[in-house]
């Protein structure tokens, strides 16, 4: 009996807040606050609509939230899911839409970015594996667009342990060039005093596997002279013994865990 009036309880509740709408001048920052308020208060219907809108419509009105819908924005939608198995299972239905759309999409042009969708649901899911088989499939029936996305579906590729898979696609220079490059960014930032010691600590961290990931991948791929090329350049902007470390071992093939 009490288990029936729950569920009665449930079903009233998300009836009630079923029909919201975006207002006529919506504000996607406030959408996603209200969104993250509904759940908090158990306003699951009311969340997930903001939730869904967000993540159909914020770009078109804010371009800067590209990063915030792949990241924050899915990561409060899956721990909606958590109490409401609904939001679950729309997010999961957007996600097989959206590997339908990288199968049958004509324009190459458009696939990184909505590759970029099917990976980013993928890491908040954690079923990165998922992002691994589309690759797959795409490296054998487009590989002009696996060109496009390889950088989105790499980390993935690694957890897969599909080396030889990456070796096809990574451009030493070009990659070592794009981690030294955030590196100095944000080294920059470090620099000014907006953050604590915990954004120094990943900085340091964000290029020390960044560049030991590529130095093994390298090595795995039978390119050891680019990977000692990309060592050597790199202990020009970090030379301290656990950096060095980290090197040696990726010398020596070893791939280190995704991170983070």
Partial sequence: MRLSICVLAFLFHSAVFEDWRPPAKP????????????????RYADALAKHVWFHENALKYDRALYGVRLSFALSYWVELGKAYPP?????TSI???????????GHERDI????????AINRALDEQSKTTDLFVWLDAQKPKAAERVFRVAKDALIRSKEYRLCGKYIDPDRSFAEIVNGYHVNKGIAKSGQHDDAFRDFTEKSFSNSTATLVALLVLNDRKADALKVAEKALKERDDASFREELEQAKKGKVPPPWP
């Fill in 95 to 105: 996600r097989d839409e959206t590997a339908k759309k990288v199968r049958e999409g």
């Fill in 27 to 42: 504000d996607p920052h406030k959408i996603l606050e209200e969104a993250q308020d509904d759940s908090q208060a158990a």
């Fill in 112 to 119: 990184f970015e909505v590759f970029g969708d099917f990976a």
């Fill in 87 to 91: 939001a679950l299972q729309k997010l």
